[in-house]
């Protein structure tokens, strides 16, 4: 079981940028993908970005491409989302996951390690 903590949410105005952080414990070595989703109310859980441990592969959902960058720092077992632009379509909370891929999903399903998430307000 890996355990994943996440910080850097908050509320911000639309332009503005934001980098949340994600903290991974306990079973590391199963976190080969680390990825971020996001929930708006009313909404299914959708994917943001993915990182894999090999070779430093990323994807984007193309909703975010060229505004969000995230990376992974495997020493700190710890992964960022750079967010730029930021939108109020960005509004949600936004979830870490982490799972034993070879490649990064985006599905949900996929993913069986969870943070409890991070409120992500964008005012317009």
């Known amino acids: 079981q890996v355990q994943l903590v996440e910080s850097g949410g908050g509320l911000v105005q639309a332009g503005d940028s934001l980098r949340l952080s994600c903290a991974a414990s306990?079973?590391?070595?199963?976190?080969?993908?680390m990825g971020w989703f996001r929930q708006a109310p009313g909404k299914e859980r959708e994917f943001v970005a993915g990182?894999?441990?090999?070779?430093?592969?990323?994807r984007y959902a193309d909703s975010v491409k060229g505004r969000f960058t995230i990376s992974r720092d495997s020493a700190k077992n710890t992964v960022y989302l750079q967010m730029n632009s930021l939108k109020p379509e960005d509004t949600a909370v936004y979830y870490c996951a982490a799972a034993r891929l070879l490649g990064v999903e985006i599905s949900p399903g996929n993913y069986d390690n969870w943070g409890q998430g991070t409120q992500v307000t964008v005012s317009s």
């Open positions: 990182v894999s441990r090999f070779r430093g592969n990323t």
């Open positions: 306990g079973r590391t070595i199963e976190a080969n993908v």
